[in-house]
């Protein structure tokens, strides 16, 4: 028994060494690893890396080192819940998205009530008059058209005549507006009439050509003459738009337009054309008394905007393309005083055009009291026609067998007249009124 603890001893202690050395110095610097196998008290034994075996006396060992065994780390252990802690748990999650749910639904309805009364405060019903009176420029003539006809005969017959007016295409006018305006929530028709009129002086020179021969023969006497003269125009618009709202707003209000267009002008002239008395004796004075009417109708497209601000002022506006055609006419009737008493000629054109362009309209209003108040606009209208077709009349049932004035008939509208000129009908003015609603 007594030689059996012993033994048992050294078994542990070895086997205590064998999970924990790694490492013998020795007293001379070496340093020997691997894994102890066995001791006494005179000697150890070490296993190497590469599976040898070394005794080692301990007078020549002065160290042995074990390497710490990591200690195993240790289970994560989950708490575990009790029941009473899960179902607090669960009931607190569910009050938290009950919470969120609350005030998703709050700020929803919150939305949902302030829409409510942006509709409510936007809702309208009213019939609006309003007068305006103002100032402008407007044009809207055939003079080119004339001229160029004129200057084609002087090119192609031995006679004839040109002139070259110094009188400016825009005259200026004085213009009215008168304009009904009906709201229904988000539905508007607005009919809107505009008269101008005016007066010009006329100015100008005209060349007189005096031949016998046909074609392209010289002419046998030539005068320049002075143009005196006045003129009134007068211009006309009629529009009826339909707008709609998208989206109702109590302070701002964005509409889309659509509607119809009516244009009408009219200029009259008396030109004097005064000169001395040709070499052969002829008379150059003339008198002509001139008519020009333009028609075109059409529609227009667009967008408008109305924005309240300072509850008493208010800011609108229109942009539109229109896009129209019609006919113009223009008549000349002169009579010429080389004969006694005079010469009566009589001159026509006839033309259908397209035209296109935009119009801005820009108002200013601002309440005075009640359903009272005043406004200032500003509007320019530009469209630019292009010739589709016409045709030319001259000395009307006299009969005209001429050649070159039968060719300018055909071709002169078609291909002259487009080389000089590029018509334009403009109307533009600004203007004061005042505006009166009746609410329903």
């Not at 990591?70 to 009790?82: G, M």
């Not at 607005?190 to 010289?218: M, P, W």
């Not at 244009?263 to 052969?280: A, P, R, Y």
């Amino acid at each position: 028994m007594k030689n059996i603890i012993p033994y048992l001893c050294a078994i542990i202690l070895f086997a205590n060494l064998t999970l924990r050395s790694e490492t013998i110095q020795l007293k001379s610097g070496e340093k020997w690893e691997g894994s102890i196998l066995a001791q006494n008290k005179d000697s150890v034994t070490i296993k190497l890396a590469d599976g040898s075996k070394k005794v080692f006396s301990k007078s020549v060992i002065r160290k042995v080192s074990f390497a710490k065994k990591p200690k195993p780390s240790a289970l994560k252990i989950e708490p575990q819940i009790s029941e009473k802690e899960k179902k607090i748990k669960e009931e607190k999650e569910l009050a938290e998205k009950q919470k969120q749910e609350e005030e998703n639904l709050k700020s929803k309805e919150e939305k949902q009530k302030k829409r409510e009364e942006q509709l409510s405060n936007a809702k309208r019903h009213y019939l609006e008059g309003s007068l305006g009176v103002g100032s402008g420029e407007s044009q809207s003539e055939l003079r080119p058209f004339f001229q160029t006809i004129q200057v084609a005969g002087l090119l192609f017959s031995s006679g004839g005549q040109a002139e070259l007016q110094s009188t400016p295409y825009k005259t200026k006018n004085h213009s009215g507006t008168a304009r009904l305006f009906y709201a229904w929530d988000r539905f508007t028709i607005e009919i809107r009439g505009t008269e101008t009129k005016g007066k010009f002086d006329v100015g100008g020179f005209q060349t007189l050509a005096y031949g016998s021969g046909n074609g392209s023969s010289s002419t046998s006497d030539k005068t320049a003459n002075v143009l005196l003269g006045n003129g009134d125009s007068k211009f006309q618009k009629l529009s009826s738009r339909i707008g709609f709202t998208p989206y109702p707003h109590p302070v701002l209000d964005l509409q889309i337009l659509g509607g119809l267009e009516r244009i009408w002008t009219k200029t009259n002239q008396e030109v004097d054309s005064l000169g001395g008395i040709t070499t052969t004796g002829i008379n150059p004075n003339r008198v002509s008394y001139r008519d020009t009417s333009h028609s075109l109708k059409g529609y227009s497209l667009g967008i408008g905007f109305e924005w309240k601000f300072l509850e008493r002022f208010t800011l609108q506006g229109q942009i539109l393309h229109l896009d129209m055609q019609g006919p113009s006419s223009f008549r000349s009737n002169e009579f010429r005083l080389d004969f006694s008493p005079f010469r009566y000629n009589q001159y026509g054109l006839d033309y259908q055009w397209k035209s296109t362009g935009t119009e801005v309209n820009v108002k200013f209003v601002t309440k005075v009291k009640g359903d009272f108040s005043l406004f200032i606009e500003a509007s320019n209208m530009t469209l630019n026609n292009k010739l589709q077709s016409g045709y030319i009349t001259e000395n009307e049932g006299g009969g005209n067998t001429d050649p070159s004035q039968i060719l300018l008939k055909v071709y002169g509208p078609q291909i002259l007249i487009p080389m000089f000129y590029d018509s334009k009908t403009i109307l533009s003015y600004v203007q004061v009124g005042a505006n009166y609603r009746f609410n329903f």
